[in-house]
């Protein structure tokens, strides 16, 4: 399963972007679609989930109001469109994918993750 994620960009605070994540390689059917986020200095952190089937969505609280995750199964892609956007939104955004059922924030449920994406957010 291949990857591959884009959208990223530069925008002044308020603005808003959209990322995309598109899946392909070997038959696709993921229980979990997430993305994390990295801040210089930090640790990976959760952003965002979708179920596959349901769409059941979860978000952080630090973005939930603002980001909106989504996905088209068709396409096997998944979106985040971000609204709102902050200084401290600035960081490289990754999508993952989970195969099998489990809990969406920690890092070591998902299989294969994309190759990032930059956000930067100017004040």
């Known amino acids: 399963v291949q990857l591959q994620a884009s959208g990223g960009g530069s925008v002044r605070a308020g603005g808003s972007l959209r990322l995309s994540c598109a899946a392909s390689?070997?038959?696709?059917?993921?229980?979990?679609m997430g993305w994390f986020r990295h801040i210089l200095g930090k640790e990976r952190e959760f952003v965002a989930a979708?179920?596959?089937?349901?769409?059941?969505?979860r978000y952080s609280d630090s973005v939930k109001g603002r980001f909106t995750i989504s996905r088209d199964n068709a396409k096997n892609t998944v979106y985040l469109q971000m609204n709102s956007l902050k200084p401290e939104d600035t960081a490289v955004y990754y999508c993952?994918?989970?195969?099998?059922?489990?809990?969406?924030?920690?890092?070591?449920?998902?299989?294969?993750w994309g190759q990032g994406t930059q956000v930067t957010v100017s004040s």
């Open positions: 979708i179920t596959w089937s349901g769409g059941s969505t």
């Open positions: 390689g070997r038959t696709y059917s993921p229980y979990n």
């Open positions: 993952a994918t989970a195969l099998r059922p489990g809990a969406v924030v920690p890092v070591r449920n998902y299989d294969y």
